[in-house]
């Protein structure tokens, strides 16, 4: 039997996947251990591999095929705009994409004037600006800590996730405008639901029945 390989968002999204897989029997204890810096875990009885990526990669992962099954944000999905099957909304991971800066950025907003964001989203940002409001933006990539660039004015507004709310409370900003809504999602790559398509459904399927 071949193995049915999961990519995972490391960090928190493959720590809440793994305590839901648990919940429809599959383990893999190796994970668990805090200390480890192995990134290829394997449950050999269920025929299953598991392995940690950087989030923004692991859609690259299952588009090629190096893994059947991925689980990542919808932003990040979003972002990456791979070839793959979105199969699963998994609930967790709750977070708001939205336009943020100080309250003074509102009017710049309203009167669509040419303004700069920051974002490590620009491909959401782009789309948001070009196709939703019609409004000429100037993009500007960051990688982290966006919330710096209105402060110290490399931009007017950024485009960023927002979840509890507090780095932007804490840094004197706020949401002004919000874009859509994301969680964790899960996404299949096309060969494999068609190749292991028993395996991989009945996943799904006991998945479902337990979030
Ligand atoms: C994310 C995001 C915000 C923050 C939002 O950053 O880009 O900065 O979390 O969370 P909050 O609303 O609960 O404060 P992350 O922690 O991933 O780090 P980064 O800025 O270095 O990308």
Same mark, same amino acid.
């Given at each position: +039997?071949?193995?049915?390989?999961?990519?995972?968002? $490391?960090?928190?999204?493959?720590?809440?996947? +793994?305590?839901?897989?648990?919940?429809?029997?599959?383990?893999?204890?190796?994970? $668990? =251990?805090?200390? *480890?810096? $192995?990134?290829?875990? !394997?449950?050999? /009885?269920?025929?299953?591999?598991?392995?940690?990526?950087? @989030?923004? =990669? !692991?859609? *690259?992962?299952?588009?090629?095929? @190096?893994?059947?099954?991925?689980?990542? %944000?919808?932003?990040?999905?979003? #972002? #990456? %705009?791979?070839?793959?099957?979105? !199969?699963?909304?998994?609930?967790?991971?709750?977070?708001?994409?939205?336009?943020?800066?100080?309250?003074?950025?509102?009017?710049?907003?309203? &009167?669509?004037?040419?303004?700069?964001?920051?974002?490590?989203?620009?491909?959401?940002?782009?789309?948001?600006?070009? &196709?939703?409001? &019609?409004?000429?933006?100037?993009?500007?990539?960051?990688? %982290?800590?966006?919330?710096? @660039?209105?402060?110290?004015?490399?931009?007017?507004?950024?485009?960023?996730?927002?979840?509890?709310?507090?780095?932007?409370?804490?840094? %004197?900003?706020?949401?002004?405008? #919000?874009?859509? /809504?994301?969680?964790?999602?899960?996404? !299949?790559?096309?060969?494999?639901?068609?190749?292991?398509?028993?395996?991989?459904? =009945?996943?799904?399927?006991?998945?479902?029945?337990?979030?």
């Amino acid at each position: +039997m071949k193995y049915i390989t999961f990519a995972l968002a $490391k960090g928190r999204l493959a720590r809440k996947t +793994m305590e839901l897989l648990e919940q429809i029997g599959i383990f893999c204890e190796e994970m $668990k =251990d805090e200390k *480890t810096r $192995k990134l290829i875990f !394997v449950n050999e /009885e269920l025929k299953l591999k598991f392995f940690l990526a950087k @989030a923004s =990669d !692991v859609p *690259t992962y299952v588009e090629y095929g @190096a893994a059947d099954i991925g689980v990542v %944000g919808r932003d990040t999905i979003l #972002e #990456e %705009g791979r070839k793959l099957y979105e !199969v699963m909304d998994l609930g967790f991971g709750k977070c708001r994409m939205c336009v943020c800066g100080p309250a003074s950025a509102k009017e710049l907003l309203n &009167h669509k004037e040419l303004i700069r964001v920051a974002s490590k989203y620009p491909g959401i940002a782009k789309d948001y600006f070009y &196709h939703t409001k &019609h409004q000429t933006v100037e993009m500007i990539k960051l990688n %982290g800590s966006v919330e710096l @660039a209105p402060i110290v004015g490399l931009s007017e507004v950024i485009v960023d996730i927002v979840e509890t709310g507090s780095t932007l409370r804490e840094n %004197g900003l706020e949401v002004l405008e #919000e874009i859509c /809504e994301c969680t964790a999602r899960m996404v !299949v790559n096309e060969v494999s639901l068609k190749m292991e398509h028993d395996r991989i459904t =009945d996943i799904i399927t006991r998945l479902k029945e337990v979030i």
